[in-house]
């Protein structure tokens, strides 16, 4: 399977020479591509951080990270603008709608700002939507959408350019349960059928059973992976709670 | 402590709120300066009348500057409002750490003064030197001489200026604590979590909207083309308030209705951030169309106003234009048959005139003819110019004066004697400003038959030089006739020209304009008409009149257009930090800097350049009509006129767009 994102030996240091953080601590891993990635850990580990790292929108310390056979660490400003905008995909925990446009603009902006042709631009959209179930929703603005539909409406925006990969943070975190399942059965869908590659940062463990694989990170460090393989679900998910009770703290997070 | 707060917030604010410091800079800076013409007196050079005519115009400016101080005061509540609005949340959190209602009171009023004193002083310290160029201009207008360069501060108008802007600064003061004693600590803290209610728009109600004010805009100006400036006519006032409206509904329905249109070019509109900018612009624009329509009216009311300004300098300029050739004049009118005194000679011994030698005079006769100028030039007239003729009481008999005393006036002028034969006439007049008959006449015709004798015209364009100084009438016709006439000539005036020369010319002016007054005033003789005019005289009547409206419309002008263009930039500095969360979200989607700084670009240019299109095509329209009232002076003056109102709005407007525009980067720029 071809490699889409392979991260190596990062590490990432905040504050001066007497007073040195290290929020990354030398962390390695791989991703494939139609992987379907989570990645664990109790707040202040790093993994917003790394997240931060891998999108582009803060550099790295020491270490590579290679997305789709480009190493991003050594782009210039101005190529990182544009490699962000043509590699990937963003979902975030509060949908970074834009409250003034209509779900099918909020859409049609990310393909707008690559320049794609007007007929392309409709034809991807009606596609999206439909997978998503958001069709009737298109002419509606987000402040007359559940949160449900608008984070929907924000994958699809992530998804309409067909990044090599998908970065989520908490995309369930303003979610009630039933629209976080909606939510998270469209990303299953959608990595079954595009074989889209999705890295998820999450610290619900119910989330995090829908992914493949799970890194679990503590002070920025890989503390544990877990491989779903042959598992259910459910048995998938007692394996994670495990896991974050040996982690400790974010305990209530569970439930 | 809190003036530890205070002097970090005004910090803070010099870089955010740039904007407002220069507009408080400025607005002090216009005042101080227009109220010190008082002092620049001692540096001109000026006869009495002259000086009494500056204490009228520093009286009128005083008069002005309360107006002023009003726009000023509500532009300087208005863009207060904007910045505490701003600060709710940081309001909130120090009430939240425990911070008393009464001690951010204390805060705000502490930064008030703060703000307050800063700026008056810049804005004093830049009206001293911008002061310095207004009395150049003020000599220059005048047309008094500088003899020595005085570097003048006013202290009585910075006295005024920091009293006004000292009770602007208090009124800012207690509207601040009003403010403040009304907002509700959540509602503080949750001040940038506003909930953006987003009209929805009718598309077809906006459509039918637009139409309409589209007509009513043409019909308005068709409506103003025709009646002209009639200020008592009903039609007039009907067509003020045709454009009034038609601005209103113009602005109200103007976005929608155009992101309709862009919304049907898919092509246009999925564009770029196109989707993203017409939004945003067409929210503002939504909201905010009552101002769109003020600042479009203030800036036609600008651009009109500064062109009647230029348009009442040219005409002016142009009466005087030859008219102004001797020292002094006087004349006395035959009116009466049985007139008691019919000589001027006999009317100044009467009054007891005394003559100095080191003092030139030179007495003439008017006669007037037995033809009318129409008779004249009946065939080259229009219709139209015989109008103006009639409505100008210049249709009536023509004047004459013969060469020999026409010879003596250039003498005085000190040019060279004419020599006129039998058969020969002269014809001075500047009429050919006024209407091409004339010169058509000059060119195809060669005699002139008076009373039935043939006269040879020498001269081929007319002499624009006037016999006599006046500022009373722009236009003037003769015909010098030889000595020797023989028709008929009915004594019209009779008169002198009188230089001063060199002894002491401002003495000499005194005398007589003091002796113009005498006269004026006595009752023994008033039945008689005598006239008489000094160059200083004509000059400031003419040039008086000119500096007073030159002054009041830059003096309003400018405060119009800055208050115009700060309401804008105040109004789009908000709106982009209301957007901030927008913006965040464009970056994290990936969208690059340079899309980014090209939205901003025209965001502020659609906002800024609307309410001045549509504000620019009223004036066109204005100045179609204002144009009417001068245009027998105004040929040349359009173009000129529109260069230096160009050049008034490229540098304050534009200024102000620039600013906005750096000012809205920095913001986005520095939101991450």
Request: glycine fraction near 6%; aromatic fraction near 12%.
């Amino acid at each position: 399977m071809n490699n889409i994102l392979s991260v190596e030996k990062i590490e990432k240091y905040y504050g001066n020479k007497g007073n040195i953080t290290k929020a990354i601590d030398n962390i390695s891993f791989k991703v494939d591509k139609g992987e379907f990635v989570g990645i664990m850990g109790p707040s202040g580990s790093g993994k917003t951080t790394l997240l931060n790292c891998i999108s582009t929108i803060d550099t790295v310390t020491t270490g590579h990270i290679v997305i789709n056979g480009q190493d991003i660490t050594t782009l210039k400003a101005k190529n990182i603008e544009e490699f962000r905008r043509d590699e990937l995909g963003f979902i975030f925990q509060d949908f970074n709608l834009l409250d003034t446009l209509t779900a099918y603009e909020n859409i049609a902006l990310a393909l707008t700002i690559q320049k794609r042709k007007v007929i392309e631009i409709d034809k991807f959209i009606k596609k999206i939507a439909e997978k998503l179930e958001i069709t009737e929703v298109l002419k509606k603005y987000p402040f007359q959408m559940s949160g449900g539909q608008k984070q929907r409406v924000a994958s699809a925006r992530a998804l309409v350019t067909e990044p090599s990969l998908i970065l989520a943070d908490e995309p369930t975190g303003a979610l009630d349960s039933k629209s976080s399942r909606l939510l998270l059965d469209s990303f299953e869908k959608l990595n079954k059928e595009f074989q889209s590659t999705i890295l998820m940062v999450t610290h619900d463990a119910f989330t995090a059973s829908y992914a493949h694989r799970i890194l679990f990170i503590k002070d920025g460090r890989i503390f544990n992976e877990l491989i779903r393989g042959r598992d259910t679900r459910k048995e998938f998910f007692n394996k994670i709670i495990e896991v974050v009770t040996l982690l400790g703290g974010d305990i209530g997070d569970v439930f | 402590m809190f003036s530890k707060i205070a002097i970090n917030n005004v910090k803070r604010s010099f870089k955010d709120y740039f904007i407002y410091f220069i507009t408080l800079t400025f607005a002090v800076c216009i005042f101080y300066s227009f109220n010190s013409i008082e002092a620049q007196n001692s540096m001109l050079e000026m006869g009495k009348s002259t000086t009494e005519f500056m204490s009228t115009l520093n009286t009128l400016i005083a008069g002005a500057s309360v107006f002023v101080a009003f726009i000023l005061g509500g532009l300087i509540a208005y863009a207060n409002n904007f910045l505490i609005k701003k600060r709710k949340r940081e309001l909130g959190i120090y009430m939240t750490l425990g911070m008393s209602k009464g001690k951010i009171s204390r805060i705000l009023i502490i930064e008030t003064i703060l703000i307050g004193l800063i700026s008056l002083i810049i804005g004093i310290v830049l009206g001293i030197i911008v002061s310095q160029g207004l009395s150049i201009l003020t000599a220059k207008l005048l047309a008094v001489s500088i003899n020595q360069y005085k570097f003048i501060i006013s202290v009585s108008a910075v006295i005024k200026s920091a009293l006004y802007f000292g009770i602007i600064f208090i009124l800012v003061m207690i509207l601040n604590q009003r403010t403040i004693s009304k907002y509700k600590l959540i509602d503080m803290l949750n001040a940038s979590k506003r909930n953006e209610k987003i009209k929805l728009n009718n598309p077809l109600l906006s459509i039918v909207v637009f139409f309409l004010s589209i007509a009513m805009l043409v019909g308005a100006y068709i409506l103003i083309l025709k009646v002209g400036l009639e200020t008592e006519s009903i039609l007039f006032l009907v067509s003020i308030m045709m454009g009034i409206i038609g601005t209103l509904l113009f602005f109200f329905s103007l976005s929608n209705f155009f992101i309709n249109i862009v919304q049907k070019n898919r092509k246009v509109y999925f564009k770029n951030l196109n989707i993203f900018v017409l939004r945003q612009v067409n929210n503002k624009i939504n909201t905010n169309f009552l101002s769109m329509t003020v600042i479009c009216l203030m800036i036609f009311l600008t651009i009109t106003l500064l062109f009647t300004m230029f348009s009442f300098k040219g005409s002016y300029d142009k009466m005087i234009k030859g008219n102004t050739s001797f020292d002094g004049t006087i004349q006395l009118f035959i009116n009466q048959e049985d007139q008691k005194v019919k000589d001027i000679k006999e009317y100044m011994d009467i009054m007891d005139f005394k003559y100095n030698d080191y003092e030139k005079q030179m007495f003439f006769n008017e006669y007037k003819l037995n033809i009318t100028i129409n008779d004249l030039l009946s065939e080259y007239l229009t219709k139209q110019e015989k109008k103006d003729f009639a409505e100008n009481y210049i249709d009536g008999p023509m004047s004459t004066i013969k060469v020999s005393e026409y010879n003596s006036i250039l003498e005085l002028k000190g040019q060279s004697p004419i020599t006129l034969s039998e058969e020969e006439v002269l014809v001075v007049s500047n009429y050919e400003q006024m209407n091409n008959a004339l010169s058509i006449f000059m060119e195809n015709e060669d005699t002139i038959n008076i009373d039935n004798k043939i006269f040879t015209i020498k001269n081929e364009v007319p002499i624009k030089e006037n016999i006599v100084t006046t500022g009373s009438y722009l236009n003037f016709f003769y015909l010098v006739v030889p000595d020797q006439f023989s028709g008929e000539l009915s004594l019209y005036s009779t008169g002198f020209n009188i230089m001063f020369e060199e002894n002491d010319p401002k003495q000499s002016e005194e005398t007589f304009s003091n002796f113009l007054n005498e006269i004026s005033e006595n009752v023994e003789y008033s039945s008689i008409e005598v006239i008489g005019n000094t160059i200083e005289l004509v000059h400031l009547r003419v040039y008086g009149s000119t500096t007073m409206i030159v002054f009041l419309g830059v003096y309003l002008g400018i405060v119009f257009l800055v208050s115009s263009a700060a309401v804008l930039a105040l109004q789009q500095l908000s709106d982009i930090s209301d957007s901030l969360d927008r913006y965040k979200s464009l970056k994290k989607i990936g969208v690059t800097n340079k899309l980014i700084n090209k939205a901003i670009l025209q965001q502020n240019l659609i906002y800024f350049m609307i309410p001045l299109s549509l504000a620019i095509i009223h004036s066109i329209v204005g100045m179609i009509v204002i144009n009417k009232i001068f245009s027998a002076y105004n040929s040349s003056l359009i173009g000129s006129s529109s260069l230096t109102i160009s050049l008034a709005l490229a540098i304050i407007y534009g200024g102000y767009f620039y600013a906005t525009y750096v000012s809205s980067k920095n913001i986005v720029r520095n939101s991450n």
